[in-house]
């Protein structure tokens, strides 16, 4: 049987979007039709895909609001597949900060938003001081200094962990194979 699976990010810089590749090359096989999409272009219908990966990045604080639209206006179609939800931040560089009962990003979300994926993670993001804008440069640097974390680099710090990505990969792949085996 042919499984339909669409990735879904909500990225600024690209990270995320990078971190949902990741995902689609692990879940990739002849048996299964991955779609990739950004949140703000999605059109299609939800009850096309047997699994619907919701990745998104944290700014000053945040999911991008697009992230809560998209939840809510689709929540009856979402509790009738298998849902995956991931948040990518810089507090989750921090080992005792990166699960999702310990990320306060994804503890916030949850509870604001009073739905729940069958399958969460949180995933470190990048920093990349020459990328931001004057304003957001002085801010990181803050937040960073708050966090005993380095206030400058010439070059971007990727904290993601690839093979936890990895995991969470083969653990969604795991997971809707076998829900769909006969
Ligand atoms: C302007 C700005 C604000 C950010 N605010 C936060 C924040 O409040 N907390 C945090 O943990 N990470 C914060 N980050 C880090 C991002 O979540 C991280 O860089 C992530 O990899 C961005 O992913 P994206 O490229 O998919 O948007 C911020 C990054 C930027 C550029």
Redesign the pocket.
């Known amino acids: 049987m042919a499984l339909k699976i669409g990735l879904i ?1 909500s ?7 990078k971190i949902c590749e990741a995902i689609a090359q692990v879940i990739q096989d002849d048996e299964t039709a991955l779609d990739l999409i950004a949140i703000d272009e999605f059109e299609r219908s939800i009850s096309e895909y047997q699994l619907l990966v919701i990745g998104a ?5 945040k999911h991008n609001k697009s992230v809560h639209e998209f939840i809510l206006s689709n929540q009856a179609e979402l509790s009738k597949i298998k849902t995956a939800f991931f948040s ?5 560089r921090k080992d005792e900060k990166n699960t999702p009962d310990t990320n306060p ?1 994804m503890i916030k979300f949850l509870k604001e938003i009073n739905w729940k994926a069958d399958f969460l993670e949180v995933f470190a ?4 001081y020459q990328s ?1 804008s004057f304003f ?1 440069s002085l ?2 640097k803050l ?1 960073m200094k708050f966090t005993n974390g380095p206030t400058s680099s010439q070059e971007p710090i990727i904290y993601t962990n690839w093979e936890k990505v990895k995991n969470f990969g083969l653990r969604l792949k795991d997971a809707i194979k076998s829900s769909t085996k006969e």
Not at 57 to 61: K, W
Not at 88 to 92: E, G, M, Y
Not at 125 to 128: A, R, Y
Request: aromatic letters at 14%.
């Open positions: 990010y990225s600024v810089d690209g990270h995320t979007k990045s944290i700014r000053y604080g990518v931040n810089l507090v989750a990003y993001g990048k920093l990349d931001y957001d801010m990181i937040i």
